[in-house]
């Protein structure tokens, strides 16, 4: 199953057109849409269902959406936010993130660019939603639930932090990874020495599994002073 079909989304839009725009375009793709007029609506709604991702103007009548993102950042919401909104100045893109959101995009946008831009966002905060719980990687089988791979028909059990390094390696093909991100998006905090010195054991670790060759790896390799990178 695709992310789209699984994603759950919150449209917090006060243009009647361009929230139709978005609800029509969306629900095509498979996304599960829920919409909010104003930030008041909008402040109620995620308050009340979880999402998976929201997609929230800046101009909001009753409350702003510069306010209600770093409102609900400070209340430690991790839902995933991408900013829409006309004012296109850099100061404002970078105010945004500033905020706490995690994309900006400014109207009027493409909505095939949009529909990237929110697939490569879930494919980063949900592993599981892009590559599924069995997938191929590299020249493996990977089935999560069972904590195995399989190499040349042999199984191997892995762990379940071995197994979210898979996930998340397999969910962001061809794409540097740095310690800091794996740090923050496998094991939940934020970069230390001693984070570092725990990402390269496990990596060490996983590929003395998963590689004919751990000393010359071909499935997760290294980017010398940047990171990680899984060749898809």
Known sequence: ????QKAS???????QAIRSALVDFLEFHGFK???????LEAERTVAE???????LDLMLPKISGEQLCQKWRREDLQTPIIMLTAKGQES???GGLNLGADDYITKPFSLEELLARMNAILRRTDPARAVGQKFTFGCLQVDIPALKVTRDGDQIEISKREAALI?????NPNRVISREELYKEVW???MTDLGTRTTDMHIAKLRSKIEHDPAEPKIITTVRGAGYKYEQ
Request: charged share 30%; hydrophobic share 45%.
């Open 33 to 39: 849409v829920s919409q909010a007029v104003d930030g």
């Open 188 to 190: 939940g905090e934020t």
């Open 92 to 94: 404002e893109r970078v």
């Open 9 to 15: 989304i919150l449209i917090v839009e006060d243009e």
């Open 167 to 171: 996930q998340y390696f397999a969910a």
């Open 49 to 55: 269902k979880q999402f998976d991702l929201i997609l």
């Open 1 to 4: 199953m695709t992310i789209e």
